[in-house]
């Protein structure tokens, strides 16, 4: 993947921070005869992601579980590919301990419309949450879909845990946060509450 970005738009930063970065570790590498090891990481979810960090699957999950609107930039026709955290980490794993060091793609290929991902998270949540259609993000993919075929033949590695299967995990994960929270979290937007965790309620209950 040699790139076409916008270089002066909304998310110019972002996607030039990770070319640059990738172009860096390799002049190192020249420079300084280091192995070095470029993972190019696709959207990754599970159990321990911050209630407001603004992520599709951390955002849907904060919004059904509340029965509120999910809000869905653009039409909702545009599709991600979602992994869980521990595939991730063996992922890595795998990169670090072999001899391959050109980028190799480390994500789940199983690919959704946003539109649906949100319909799956209603119904597994057994939510009344309807969809809010909000304008697109300036220069937001329309489709991203992990390409492995590298991870495969390089570095021995796939994923191994199904998206259900992780998205019921983290879904059992934000429950036991509303609960924490005393049942109210807002996950995004201006009036974003980050919830209070056992050692904030303990603190404040002392003082």
Known sequence: YWGNVNTTGPRACYDEGKRVAETMMYAYKNQN????????????????MHPNDGRVVSNFIIQTLQNMPLTIYGDGTQT??????????????SLMNSPYDSPCNI??????????????IIEMTKSTSTVTYLPAVADDPTQRK???????????????????????KTIAY?????????????PTGPDAARPKGKLDTM?????
């Open 107 to 120: 994500g789940n290929p199983e690919e959704y419309s946003i539109q649906n991902f949100a319909e799956q």
């Open 146 to 168: 992990a390409d492995i075929s590298v991870a495969k033949r390089e570095i021995n590695w796939e994923p191994k845990v199904a998206v259900r299967e992780g998205l019921q």
């Open 80 to 93: 991600r590919s979602f992994q869980y955290v521990d595939d991730l980490v063996n992922g890595l794993v």
């Open 33 to 48: 005869n280091v192995d070095i090891r470029i993972a190019r990481i696709f959207n990754t979810f599970g159990p321990r």
């Open 203 to 207: 603190s404040s209950s002392v003082s």
């Open 174 to 186: 934000f429950t036991s946060e509303l609960e924490i929270a005393g049942g109210e979290i807002l």
